[in-house]
T-cell receptor, first 114, second 116 residues
Framework: AQKITQTQPGMFVQEKEAVTLDCTYD???????LFWYKQPSSGEMIFLIY??????QNATEGRYSLNFQKARKSANLVISASQLGDSAMYFC???????????FGTGTRLQVFP | NAGVMQNPRHLVRRRGQEARLRCSPM?????VYWYRQLPEEGLKFMVY????????ESGMPKERFSAEFPKEGPSILRIQQVVRGDSAAYFC??????????????FGPGTRLTVT
């Protein structure tokens, strides 16, 4: 069965610093996708970044990058130059290619302070 | 291009009433997914639909819950005889095709159901 584990319930980071949010996954399928979503206090789910299991390079989207370590089954999100608006819940998710449901972790609450 | 629309945004129901949650996918998207988020938890998959077909309902409770995505109109998640444990945020997501082959699901703003 697929599983996503986020071991950090909460993280603090100072504005303009970088922060890493941890995510490990478990699957027996060689083909899968990994996703990160941001959920601000307003409640909507905002897609941030995607990594396919066969992608050779780590995904990047602006200030977001995904540190994909396949052998360790980890897909950590790195946010560079944190901003106050980055304060939110962050969810890691995965799917096995061939199925369409996303499996979510329990989330990490990030707080950025001035 | 409007995003995924969900209504109502907030819904209050008394125990035993019915709740109807609506989701209009993004234009051109024919795949709809429903997820439930209990307080302080991650999202849990409920059901995946394409037009007029339920593709995967492995996350749906066996009783009281049903979903449809008709040929015309929005997708509907229906909860009959609601109980307090149904209080949650219900999210709809859509994609232009199945996730197989990558890409993201676009989420709506969610419907927050409160059962009193």
């Amino acid at each position: 069965a697929q599983k996503i584990t986020q071991t950090q319930p909460g993280m603090f980071v100072q504005e303009k610093e970088a922060v890493t949010l941890d995510c490990t996954y478990d699957t027996s399928d060689p083909s899968y996708g990994l996703f990160w979503y941001k959920q601000p206090s307003s409640g909507e789910m905002i897609f941030l970044i995607y990594q396919g299991s066969y992608d050779q390079q780590n995904a990047t989207e602006g200030r977001y990058s995904l540190n994909f370590q396949k052998a360790r089954k980890s897909a950590n999100l790195v946010i560079s130059a944190s901003q106050l608006g980055d304060s939110a819940m962050y969810f890691c998710a995965m799917n096995n290619l061939g199925t369409d449901k996303l499996i979510f972790g329990t989330g990490t609450r990030l707080q950025v302070f001035p | 291009n409007a995003g995924v629309m969900q209504n109502p945004r907030h819904l209050v129901r008394r125990r035993g009433q019915e709740a109807r949650l609506r989701c209009s996918p993004m234009k051109g998207h024919s795949h709809v997914y429903w997820y439930r988020q209990l307080p302080e938890e991650g999202l849990k998959f409920m059901v995946y639909l394409q037009k007029e077909n339920i593709i995967d309902e492995s996350g749906m409770p066996k009783e009281r819950f049903s979903a449809e995505f008709p040929k015309e109109g929005p997708s509907i998640l229906r909860i009959q005889q609601v109980v307090r444990g149904d209080s949650a945020a219900y999210f709809c997501a859509s994609s232009p095709k199945g996730l197989a082959g990558a890409g993201e699901q676009y989420f709506g703003p969610g419907t927050r159901l409160t059962v009193t």
